[in-house]
């Protein structure tokens, strides 16, 4: 393959494009840069092992795609993408009460299983109790218990996809912006169309997000995938170090995590049926707030410095679509990822790209395959 086209500018396709560039392909990515970029308002837990999703599909996939993490890292540290936030900062999995408190334990032993069975990025499991976790998390509130997950990493979205397009430019890459369609002849893509310019290529990949049916749907193709919008808060600690702070998670779908040299990042809100509705509103707004200050009441005095609202691109079954467009040998599809985007998505950069250049897979992507029917669940619970 001598020219690709990657259109789609989050951690997916930068991270498609970072590969190709890399594989030595002459690489074109396209972004229209829409309000709402999931990758830009995510900051990503990367530890799948302490998932409760019910996607038995999702975990050998994700096991793959986090051992991909340092390797990815490092290559980017080669040349000189350095500033991806991606560090290993523990997780503690906290019990608020009783209740949960009494299911640690089948927590503890769920995370030693998949542990054992190669999951990366858990080590060795401990309890700790109110007064060593508010020790880890200064600004913690009083907790009946935790567990503490040593080797749970963070990652800032929007630093990593940074990196990768300026590791792929470095490679070679040309990045350009605007809007993209895709052009067709006797079922083999030729190429993209971008302000009136069609830009040849050997093949292209599809790594839109939310966006994904609007590209697709001149070829009489779609996808079970929706935009489900996050409301996500940036808070600054003043002269607080915040840079070693654990993760926190075990509160439902909500989290708080910290980045150096004083952030501390609360939510997200999950709203399905949101729509491409980017506005920044008072009951989502509400619910992190009240869930910053029942976990960590000690943020109260924080400065709110900014509020981000991201689309991430949710399938019908909770899995991403990974593969060939059915119908076209060179058009692949990578979307779908929903709140594991930052987990999976840079993997599933590599996986697209590999899948375009016909470069073996590591991980099974059958489960994600495109035409799939997302209704009847068939992956799903087997």
Not at 64 to 80: Q, R
Not at 222 to 244: K, M
Not at 268 to 275: D, I, K, N, P, V
């Amino acid at each position: 393959m001598n020219r690709a086209v990657v259109v789609g500018g989050g951690v997916v396709g930068a991270s498609a494009a970072f590969h190709l560039a890399r594989a030595g392909v002459e690489t074109i990515m396209v972004d229209r840069k829409d309000p709402g970029h999931a990758t830009f308002a995510g900051a990503g837990i990367i530890s799948p092992g302490t998932s409760t999703r019910p996607l038995p599909a999702f975990f050998p996939f994700a096991q793959v795609a986090v051992a991909h993490y340092p390797a990815l890292i490092a290559a980017l540290a080669e040349i000189g993408q350095t500033d991806t936030r991606y560090e290993v900062v523990g997780e503690l999995i906290l019990a608020m009460d009783d209740d949960e408190l009494a299911n640690l334990l089948d927590l503890r032993a769920l995370y030693a299983e998949r542990r054992a069975g190669g999951m990366p990025n858990l080590g060795a499991v401990s309890e700790v109790d109110n007064a060593t976790a508010k020790q880890m998390f200064p600004a913690l509130a009083d907790i009946h218990g935790a567990l503490y997950v040593p080797e749970a990493a963070r990652v800032d979205g929007d630093c990593l996809r940074n990196a990768l397009v300026a590791g792929a430019r470095a490679h070679g890459a040309e990045v350009r912006y605007g809007g993209a369609s895709i052009k067709v002849e006797r079922e083999r893509v030729v190429g993209i169309e971008l302000d009136r310019e069609v830009i040849a290529a050997d093949g292209v990949v599809i790594a839109t997000g939310a966006w994904t049916n609007a590209l697709l749907s001149p070829l009489g193709f779609a996808v079970a995938v929706e935009p489900q919008r996050g409301q996500i808060l940036h808070i600054e600690l003043g002269d607080v170090d915040t840079s070693r702070w654990p993760i926190l998670g075990g509160t439902g779908d909500q989290y708080m995590l910290t980045f150096g040299p004083n952030r501390i990042v609360s939510g997200a809100t999950r709203e399905t049926g949101s729509g491409f509705d980017v506005r920044l509103t008072v009951e989502g707004m509400q619910s992190v707030f009240n869930h910053a200050m029942r976990v960590a009441p000690g943020v109260g005095s924080g400065t709110v410095r900014e509020i981000r609202i991201g689309l991430r691109p949710l399938s019908a079954d909770g899995l991403p679509y990974l593969g060939m467009v059915p119908g076209h040998v060179n058009l692949v599809l990578a979307t779908g990822h929903g709140p594991s985007g930052l987990q999976l998505g840079p993997y599933s950069g590599l996986v697209a790209a590999q899948l375009l250049t016909g470069n073996e897979v590591e991980a099974d992507v059958a489960p994600f395959a495109v035409d799939r029917d997302p209704v009847a669940n068939s992956y799903v619970g087997h």
